[in-house]
């Protein structure tokens, strides 16, 4: 006899994870894109007037 | 005479223990094998996989030692996955990603499936540790579902990286139906204008450093991961370490692999790993890359349905992290709908967008499990 653990309720049980997960990923990945985009603007702004020499 | 006898001791052992689980063993491991050469599946890890399933299951084995002390000294402290996260990471050219930088969303949509399964598989296991681990196959990442599972002490780590490593390769095969069958014909027809913004040599530069800092802030679980990965990074991007940035890409991330692989069979003992737990863990691990694929796509769609310039919903598949087949799967597509459909430079920028958002998902977990431990 093949021994199954089979708990259907634990799917939602572990819901709250998925959430907490999901918007902790978008969260880092939003901080992680704006500052991206401020790194990226500022840098090109300060390197504009090196090139114009 | 007595000499000559002992030389079938292991054929009498092998015969005495009964031990058919052993040749299954075989048969898997010459699979792998057969997959690697003939198939061009993951070779660089499923051929010494396979190999090293293969000699781990004889009675009483003489590889079992020394595949011990490589296990303690490069598995069982996550070494060598980091290590070769430094190699993946001087691979990783940011460039697309830079210039557009709001497609890094998709790459977090494509994490859907590592949370999704999460849930699937504590229906399933009871141990919080192996449900935990299970999922982080949806990572579609090698070294990221070692860390996890291993930081977690799971008991699968064997299976969940066979079948991490076995869906990255078949994701040629597990995505286009899902892509297709969540778009439309019009959807997949959608063209993107490429319009490349200029990224200054200091934002190459700073990426891998802003990355490392903002995920050691809210997931500092995430420090070893993340940051061996943009340190790779930072070699290849600095410009004044090319000759470590090319050793990382290839001597590093070559020696790692050939460790790794062999490695990783320690763990793929008859006792250990044919079991209906096995069995279960291989298909989570493809429910995973399938919720992942769906993920993706679906938020693009979404994504769509508020967005002025429609992006075509299948790069969102690309940010199922595994690199660089996802990206080039989406271009593939884009390309056979219509041939004037170049969806590349997008979708390889969801592509390495997913490989830091796997990371963090792994932190994430990481996050969540560790206190209970």
Redesign the interface.
Known sequence: MLDFYFEPYEFVKNLKYMGIGMLGVFMIVAVIIIATYLTNNITNKLAKPHDDD | MKELLSLFDGLLAFGKDGNWKMIVMWIIGGTLIYLAIKKDMEPTLLLPIGFGCIIMNFPGSGAAGPLQTLYNAGIANELFPLILFIGIGAMIDFGPL?SN??L??F???A??G???T???A?????DFRD?ASIAIIGAADGPTSIVVAQKLGSQYVGAITVAAYSYMALVPIIQPPVIKLLTTENERKIRMAYRP????K??KI??PI??TI??CI??PDAGALIGFLMFGNLIRECGVLDSLSETAQKVLANLITIFLGITIAFNMTAQQFLS?QTLLIMGLGLIAFIVDTAGGVLFGKIYNLFAKEKINPMIGAAGISAFPMAGRIVHKMGLKEDPQNFLLMHSTAVNV?GQ??SV??GA??L??FIPML
Request: hydrophobic residues 65%; proline residues 7%; glycine residues 2%.
């Open positions: 830079l930088p709001k890094m969303i790459g977090a949509a994490q859907f590592i949370f999704f999460l849930c699937m504590s229906i399933f296991f009871p449900y913004k200029s990224v200054s200091a934002t700073l990426f802003i990355i903002v995920a809210f997931a209906p967008s830091i958002a963090i998902a994430l977990i996050k969540i």
